[in-house]
Structures are given as structure tokens and as C-alpha cells.
């Protein structure tokens, strides 16, 4: 027990005052010669100590009362920990050590285990005590033991790990841990860590603690929290296929403080040499997002890192990823040159105009196709090619079944019949009948799904509709076909189907503007863009996050390459998928060097940049949430590290005190004026 | 206008304590109680003739000289005067319990004095022979009876001598005094009779086999009986055993008083069962009360 205010002890000397008033009004027996003493000896004695009993009641009472009120007034609050205890079986402890990032603040982390040493002590010897470490997961370090020193030992085993909080986890895993311990004793759950407003959300929280499980909870994250600025997140395309990067790299800064911070510099760097320095400022509790593009790419990968000079939480000041720059493969555009007048124009235009394309295009008609070509390519668009021979047609499919790349366009030269039997096994339709409107009107692209890669960047102007569409096949899409968009009618327009490894897109109009006006809108080169690079680019993140599990590519003719993680350490992952690929799990923040025999490659791991918000949450509501609120906070006990005030705050003694004291002081009364009334009756 | 308060026929015992002489004292209270009695039933208890007497109107016819009135035709009035056969003990209880007094100034023992010079009065103008016995544990003063001249002053001297103090062991003195007194007579006990009742009863037996007819006045403090203090706490002290006890008057009252009242029940029912007169008097009480107790149960001997 604390006392706010412990000057008011001085108080205590008002208790002289009773104890004086009892002494000079204590009644002083006068002694009187009494002859029939024997009769009096024989009335039952115990009245009189009753009587005397009354008195030192009287003044116990009104001693108690003033010590109660000075009590009160020093404001006492409890800040120890450790809840009052069945004393009559021994109960199940599961000690909950936060291990996150944010414990890796001043020695957050190391008060953290005296607590959780504390809390071992303070259990009796036959308690099971179970050892948890959780951030946003949760490990069990040891099951329940009665051996301390085990337990012990694994508290000082322990470190501060790299990821987020989820508190609703931890709870979880204690709960589900606590489960399977026999026991008739209390059930006890002692978490302690710094308590972040990240780590648990009530809008989302669903679990609460059964009832008979009491929570104690040890605050080590201080009533201030420092103030951080953070990189929380970077946007950046992994993989590009040109010397200059076109896209933004946006990093998105937040400040998790109170105050104001200005001339923070944002300092971009590839390969360990800065492209770029940005000088930001911070209002409050603000997020800034800083772009940079145009810059050069090594070819391969590179290594690139934001850094921010905030000098304060450093784990957060600094953010890894990649950009890998690749070589283009090479795509074959196939068309009808029958007329000897090139049908895609456009289309070659539009492939041509950006260097960051995955592919560099070759334009071939039909029947000036290798079919055995066909396979040094990885995109092959038909674009309305006509009738096909047979020879390319098997080429195309083995192509395509081989894990090859195609898009398909039709138009007026392409023959339905022709079309359904020779690509019938990779087409992700069956043509019907061609639709031609009449003069003058057209049909508009509508039902898109503008979740999908190639039509999310028109999500936000919705414009895809301008384009007028005169002439177009019904299509039937067969079965695990995938309809991307539809014309007004409700027939098909952009179809996706994969066959074997390969993927085929086909559009039932034309690339060209024979049914359509679309290559002379402003859509068009973006929605031919977005087909190539959905054809022909395969997901790559320019970072992982901790925990996430990626997959490092096998060298060609030759096993997964040896990684060495941040740290410098060697992996020793073997977790290896059919394909002979590696899957390794994000441990340390950071880039993993993986050591290809041809040249390096990396993979960048980063914290989740909401752990630098050291921002307390809301206990009550968090009590409420995980014990259910008045019902199940039976038993739970909240001991945060807070002030003196703010316990003595939430605490309130002084109140049940003062409440005590007057009760006590009622009580004194009522006895004072019963034996004044016994005496005047008698 | 107030009245004047009507003149009390009993004086008070209070007021009696201002006497200094007993033999005054006695004199004023039998001489007051003797005149009080208009119609005495006790002339005398003996038919012995001393004079005649004028008759007054309101005198019993009973004692008329018919003859005289038919020879003289006066009015004469015979009288008479009792015998001196009986003789008459009175044994003071001078024990320190017996020097109480609560609100008034006469100590139990005083009122005993009062009541003994009294009787011994009343009895010696009877002409009884009258003797004073006075005890505490054992008998320390013994003035055996007599009917002489000059015997009174003899009482009343060792009487006005007596002091309070020592123990009381009752029934061994009435058990001393059986032996004593040898000649049978009448033997008057004035004490608080503070024992047990049982064995006052065996002595009270022993008295009577010796012959004795008894009476016993039990002279108490008023508030001995009420047990009346205004103290919330008193520091009570034994008189004799000097024995100090802590009580609170109020809560002690009611259970003092029941057994209070159980004992003098229990000495009424002692002292019938032996056929001895027990009046119970308290110090507020006038001698008178006494006096005629006395000698009412004496008539009815």
C-alpha cells in the first residue's frame, strides 16, 4: 500500500483527543461502604464488564473513526500486484511476456522479466506455472511446472522479438493453455507488457476470458510514452523491366506523438547509396506520405531503404525492400496480314511506347510463324489472327499448356467455327455468333471487375464505358473460366482462363478498331498495358512482413540457395515446395541475402510500423472487453505500472474510507445514546 | 395561603438522634406511643390492683368500680399493675455491617440503640425484668436482666456504649446466647440478619427449645432494600471484610433488588417456621411502628 498524500499520517495525533475525552470523562468510581454486598456479588458480573466493554467500544470506535478519516486523507492506494489468493488449492499461473518491438525500448524488455520473476515468487511453491512470450503471436516456453527454477530460467531466456502486439492472441493462447492444467485452485493469467493502443481493438476484439480466469496485469511501459515517428509502410512495385523506375516508391511517415516535429529528413538509399533526401515535417499525431520515382535501377535486385533521421525509436526509423530490375522476355504478336495491311497498328504502337513493359513484342502474321518458334516466347497475343493451321494452333496449345502466356482478340477475320476447333482446349470460350450493331449505335463494356490487376487503375474513373463497342462475338465461357468484364447485353467481353500452367485472356472485340473505338480513347494503351503486364509479370513484394512466409526461388538446374538472414546467420529452413522451391518465414527485420550461384538476390522484412505507436490503450475498455465487462471482471485484477495518482485515481479507497468512518461513527452514536439511555432509565 | 403542615404523631427517627440521653429518648417515644392509644389493650399483663383512678369519658367500662359507683355513686376507674415474671433480653447486633446509613443520619445500629432503649423502657414500666445482650462474631456486652431500680440507667449506659465493628457470625451468637440465657423469657434480636436463613432458622430452634419466645426486628437501610444510587459506577466495599467490588448501580439494581427481596422472604418464612415475631424495620421507620409490632404479637401471646 502507497499514500498519495502520506503528510496528512500527521493527523494521526488527533486520536489523543478521544483517548483524552475518554480518560477525563471516564466515570471515577467512588467508593461507598456497602453492608448486602453479598447480594450484589451475586447478580451475574458480566454486565459490568459488558459495560466496560461498551466504553473501550465507545472509544475504539471513535479512535478508529479518526484514524480511518486521516487514513483517507493520505489517499492510499494498492500497487502491488498480487491478487488475494485461494489459499485452499493450489491454482494455474500462465506468466504472459510481451516480446513485441516495442519492448525493445529502454530496457523495457528487462523490466519486463523482474516483473515476471516477481510474479514467480509471489507464487506459492505447488502452483503450476506456465511461461508464454507473445507479440503478435503467441509461444509457449514452458507448460505448466511447480519447478520455479525451470520457469525461471526460461523468463531469463527470453528477449524482445521484432513483430507486433496482438494482446487478443496472447489471451487466447493463455486461455486455451489454461485449458488443459487440472486444477481446483484459481486460474491466473499474469500478463505483463507495455500495453499499446496497436494491440488491441475493441471494435474487433471477440474473445473475452471465461470467468473463473483472473487477469493481472503489469504495466512496464510507463505513464508517458515516449514520442516516435515512424515509417509505417512503403508502396513499391517489385519487379521492373526498365533501367528507370516510373512508378512512385511511397513512404508513408507518421508521427505517434503529441508534438509537432519538423525538418525530419527522409533519406531514400539503393544499394547503401542515397538517391534521394526529402526534409518533412509532422504535425501531431499526423501521417505524411513521401513519393520518389525516376530513378535508376541496377539490373537484378537492389536493395533499398528509407531511413528517417528522428533520433528516437530507431527500429522504426529505418524500412527495407527491393526493386528487382529483370530483362523482358520476348512476346509475338500474331495477326492477319492477308490484305497486306498491318490490323495492329495500335496495338504494336501501344507495346512499344513503354520500356516497362515485361515483354518486347514481334509482329508476325499468321502464316510467317514458326510454329516451333513458338516456344522462345512467353506472350503470344492472336490478335484477330483468322483461321489458324493446325501445326501453330497444337503449337499454341503446348505453348499455352506449358505454362506459356497468351491473349486473345478477335474481329472480323476471326472464323467462330475455325477458332472453337482449333484452340478448344486452351480458349476460355466458345464463339457464338458475331454481334454487329446498327448504324449508329454502339454497346459499352459494363460489369467490371475492377478488383482484378488489369482493371484496377480504373477503378477510380470508371471511364472504361466511354469506349463504343459496334461489333463483338457471344461467347459461352467454359467451365473455370473467369468473366472479367461484360458488354451491356450481358455477353462476355474480357474472359480469363488458365489451361495446364499457362493463362489465356480473350477479348471478344477487336484490339484494332474495326468493332470498337477503343484504341482511339485515352483507355487504351493502359488497358493493353495492364493485359501484358497481367500476362506476363509474376507477383513479386517488394517487402515482407515479420511472420509472413515468401518463397525463394530454386536456381535453374540446381536446389534453393543458401540464405543468411539479417542478423547474419545462416537459415537452416528446409521447408522446400514440389517445385523445389525454399519457403522461408520472416523472423528478423531486415534483407535476407539469398546466395544464387548467378548473383545475390535479397528479400526485405520489415516490423509493422503501427508497433511504434506506443500510445496506451484504453485499460478500462480493455478490461472490460477481455474479462466481459462487469459480469466477467469478477476476479480480474488490473495493476497497471501508473502513477500513484492515477491508481490512487482509479482506486478510490479514500472513498470507502470515508464511507467506513462514517458508518463507524453512525454505530458510535447509536452505542453512545443506548448505554446513556440505559443508564437514565436505570 | 399555605397550611401549616398538621403536627406528625410519630417522631421521627432523625429527630430522635438529636436526644442525647437514651433513657430521654426512650421515655419521649413510649410515653408518646403509650398516650397515643386510646383504647389500650395494654394495661398491664398481670391483675395485680395498684389505684383508682377518676373516670373521663372514653375510658373502658370494663374497668369500672361497679361496686364503688353503688356505694359512692362516683365514678372510679381500677388499675392495675403487671407482673415482673417475665424477663426480657435484648440482643444488639453491633456488627460493622450495622453501621450503615444511605440518605439519613441514623446508622442501623443507632436505630437499633432507639428501638432497644425503647423496649427496655416499654418493658421496665411494665415491670419486666430487662437484660442487654450486644454481639458481633461473639458476645462482647451482656447486662443480664433485672427489675431493680436504677437497672434502666445500667441499660441504657452499656447501651449508649456500643460500637460497631467486627464480623458478624449471627446464628453462632444466637446459639452462644441459647446457652447463656438460662432462665426462659422473651429475647428480642435486632439485626440486619445478614446470614443465611438456614442457619439463622437453627438458631432461631435452639432459642425456642431453650424455652425463649422470640422476636426478631431486622433493622435495615431504606436503601439497602432499594438499592437507590445515582453513581453510574460505585467502588462498593464489604463494611466488614473490607472487600471491594466494582458496580454499575444501574444495571446491577435489578438483580440486588430480587434477591434482596428473596432474602427477607426467606428470613419471614425462617422466622415463622420457628415461630419467632419478625418485623422487618428500616431506619426511616418510627419507633412507634416497632413498638406496637411488639406488643401487638404480645398480645396475642
Known amino acids: 500500500m502507497s499514500f498519495l498524500t502520506p503528510l496528512f499520517f500527521l493527523g494521526v495525533a488527533a486520536l489523543a483527543a478521544p483517548i483524552l475525552v475518554h480518560l477525563v470523562r471516564r466515570t471515577r468510581a467512588r467508593r461507598v461502604q456497602f453492608p448486602a454486598l453479598v447480594f450484589v456479588r451475586q447478580v451475574p458480573q458480566r454486565t459490568i464488564r459488558r459495560r466496560t466493554l461498551h466504553n473501550l467500544l465507545l472509544l475504539l470506535l471513535r479512535c478508529l473513526a479518526i484514524l480511518l478519516i486521516v487514513i483517507a ?63 503478435k503471436r503467441y509461444t509457449v516456453i514452458n507448460r505448466f511446472l511447480t519447478d520455479k527454477n525451470r520457469v525461471r530460467f526460461g523468463i531469463s531466456s527470453l528477449g524482445a522479438g521484432w513483430d507486433a502486439t496482438d494482446y487478443e492472441q496472447a489471451l487466447r493462447g493463455a486461455e486455451s493453455l489454461l485449458s488443459e492444467v487440472q486444477t481446483t485452485g484459481p486460474k491466473r493469467i499474469v500478463m505483463i507488457s507495455d500495453f499499446q493502443m496497436p494491440g488491441w481493438s475493441q471494435a474487433t476484439a471477440t474473445f473475452k476470458l471465461s470467468n473463473n480466469t483472473q487477469l493481472t496485469t503489469f504495466d512496464v511501459g510507463g505513464n508517458n510514452p515516449p514520442p516516435n515517428i515512424a515509417i509505417t509502410n512503403v508502396e513499391a512495385r517489385g519487379v521492373v523491366f526498365g533501367q528507370k523506375y516510373l512508378d512512385n516508391v511511397v513512404v508513408h511517415v507518421s508521427n505517434f506523438s503529441d508534438t509537432p516535429r519538423d525538418h525530419i529528413q527522409v533519406d531514400f538509399q539503393i544499394n547503401d547509396q542515397t538517391v534521394e533526401k526529402r526534409d518533412i515535417s509532422l504535425n501531431s499525431r499526423d501521417s505524411r506520405v513521401v513519393e520518389f520515382t525516376g530513378f535508376n535501377l541496377n539490373d537484378g535486385t537492389n536493395r533499398c531503404t528509407i531511413n528517417i533521421a528522428a533520433g528516437d525509436f530507431a527500429p522504426d526509423n529505418r524500412f527495407y525492400f527491393t ?16 490484305r497486306g495491311r498491318s490490323d495492329s497498328l495500335h496495338l504494336q504502337s501501344a507495346l512499344t511506347t513503354d520500356d516497362d513493359l515485361p515483354f518486347t513484342f514481334a509482329l508476325k502474321s499468321a502464316g510467317s510463324v514458326d510454329p516451333a518458334s513458338i516456344p522462345d516466347y512467353a506472350l503470344v497475343v492472336l490478335n484477330d489472327s483468322g483461321p489458324l493451321s493446325p501445326t501453330l494452333a497444337d503449337a499454341l496449345v503446348r505453348f499455352v499448356n506449358g505454362g506459356g502466356q497468351m491473349i486473345v482478340s478477335t474481329g472480323p477475320r476471326t472464323s467462330p467455327d475455325s477458332f472453337n476447333t482449333t484452340l478448344q482446349q ?257 | 395561603m399555605s397550611t401549616p403542615a398538621a403536627p406528625t404523631r410519630f417522631l421521627d427517627p432523625e429527630l430522635l438522634a438529636r436526644v442525647g440521653s437514651l433513657e430521654l429518648l426512650a421515655r419521649t417515644v413510649v410515653e408518646g406511643f403509650m398516650s397515643g392509644l ?161 442457619r439463622l432458622g437453627e438458631s432461631f430452634q435452639h432459642l425456642r427449645f431453650k424455652g425463649h419466645d422470640t422476636v426478631a426486628f431486622q433493622v435495615l437501610d431504606q436503601n439497602e432494600l432499594d438499592f437507590d444510587f445515582n453513581d453510574a459506577v460505585l467502588l462498593l466495599e464489604d463494611a466488614e471484610t473490607q472487600e471491594q467490588m466494582p458496580v454499575l448501580p444501574d444495571v446491577v439494581m435489578d438483580g440486588y433488588r430480587d434477591r434482596m427481596r428473596r432474602h427477607v422472604d426467606d428470613m419471614r418464612t425462617c422466622a415463622a417456621a420457628n415461630n419467632v415475631d419478625y418485623e422487618l424495620l428500616t431506619t426511616k421507620q418510627p419507633l412507634d411502628f416497632a413498638l406496637l409490632s411488639f406488643l401487638s404479637r404480645r398480645a396475642g401471646k
Open chain 1, 73 to 135: 486523507f493520505t489517499r492510499p492506494f494498492f500497487s502491488g500486484g498480487s491478487a488475494a489468493r485461494d489459499n485452499s488449492a493450489a491454482g494455474a499461473t500462465v506468466i504472459l511476456i510481451d516480446n513485441s518491438l516495442s519492448m525493445r525500448r529502454e530496457n523495457l524488455f528487462a523490466e519486463a522479466q523482474r516483473r515476471a520473476e516477481g510474479a514467480l515468487d509471489e507464487a506459492r511453491n505447488d502452483e503450476q506455472i506456465a511461461l508464454m512470450s507473445f507479440d
Open chain 1, 323 to 338: 526493386l528487382r530490375r529483370e530483362t523482358p522476355a520476348k512476346g509475338l504478336i500474331i495477326e492477319n496480314a492477308s
Open chain 2, 38 to 198: 386510646h383504647r389500650s389493650p395494654f394495661t398491664g399483663f398481670s391483675t395485680e390492683f395498684t389505684e383508682y383512678r377518676q373516670y373521663n369519658p372514653g375510658d373502658d367500662l370494663r374497668y369500672l368500680d361497679w361496686r364503688l359507683l353503688a356505694r359512692t355513686d362516683r365514678y372510679f376507674i381500677k388499675k392495675y399493675r403487671a407482673d415482673t415474671n417475665t424477663q426480657c433480653h435484648l440482643l444488639i447486633d453491633t456488627s460493622a455491617s450495622m453501621n450503615y446509613a444511605h440518605a439519613s443520619s441514623v446508622t442501623k445500629l443507632q436505630y437499633a440503640q432507639f428501638l432497644a432503649a425503647s423496649l427496655a423502657y416499654l418493658l421496665n414500666r411494665q415491670q419486666d425484668a430487662v437484660g442487654l445482650v450486644a454481639f458481633a462474631d461473639k458476645v462482647h456486652t451482656h447486662v443480664p436482666a433485672r427489675n431493680r431500680t436504677g437497672h434502666m440507667r445500667t441499660i441504657f449506659g452499656n447501651l449508649s456504649l456500643l460500637q460497631p465493628g467486627g464480623e458478624t457470625d449471627l446464628a453462632a451468637s444466637l446459639h452462644q446466647l441459647a446457652e447463656i440465657l438460662t432462665r426462659r423469657g422473651i429475647v428480642v434480636v435486632i439485626s440486619d440478619f445478614y446470614d443465611q436463613p438456614d
Open chain 1, 426 to 682: 486452351i480458349s476460355p470460350v466458345t464463339l457464338r455468333e458475331a454481334v454487329q450493331t446498327k448504324m449508329g449505335e454502339s454497346v459499352a463494356i459494363t460489369q467490371v471487375k475492377f478488383d482484378h490487376p488489369i482493371f484496377e487503375v480504373f477503378q477510380e474513373s470508371g471511364r472504361l464505358a466511354s469506349a463504343n463497342v459496334i461489333g463483338y462475338f457471344r461467347s459461352e465461357p467454359r467451365q473455370n473460366a473467369s468473366v472479367l468484364a461484360r458488354f451491356e447485353d450481358g455477353s462476355p467481353a474480357l474472359v480469363e482462363a488458365t489451361t495446364g500452367k499457362g493463362r489465356v485472356l480473350l477479348f471478344t472485340s477487336s484490339l484494332g478498331p474495326s468493332w470498337n473505338d477503343l484504341p482511339l480513347t485515352p483507355l487504351y494503351l493502359p488497358f493493353i498495358h495492364q493485359m501484358v503486364r497481367y500476362a506476363g509479370t509474376h507477383e513479386e513484394n517488394a517487402w515482407y512482413g515479420l511472420g509472413q512466409t515468401f518463397t525463394v526461388n530454386k536456381e535453374k538446374e540446381a536446389g534453393p540457395p543458401a540464405i543468411d538472414t539479417p542478423s547474419g546467420t545462416r537459415l537452416s529452413e528446409n521447408r522446400i515446395t514440389p517445385d523445389g522451391d525454399l519457403l522461408v518465414t520472416a523472423r528478423e527485420p531486415g534483407f535476407y541475402r539469398l546466395r544464387y550461384n548467378a548473383a545475390p538476390g535479397f528479400a526485405a522484412v520489415n516490423s509493422d510500423g503501427a508497433e511504434g505507436d506506443f500510445t496506451k490503450l484504453n485499460f478500462g475498455e480493455f478490461m472490460a472487453g477481455v474479462t466481459g465487462g462487469a459480469g466477467g471482471a469478477e476476479g480480474a485484477e488490473a495493476n497497471r505500472n501508473l502513477s500513484g495518482e492515477e491508481i490512487e485515481g482509479r482506486q478510490r479507497v479514500w472513498w470507502a474510507l470515508l464511507l467506513v468512518a462514517l458508518l463507524l461513527l453512525l454505530a458510535e452514536s447509536f452505542l453512545a445514546r443506548r448505554t446513556k439511555m440505559v443508564k437514565m432509565i436505570g
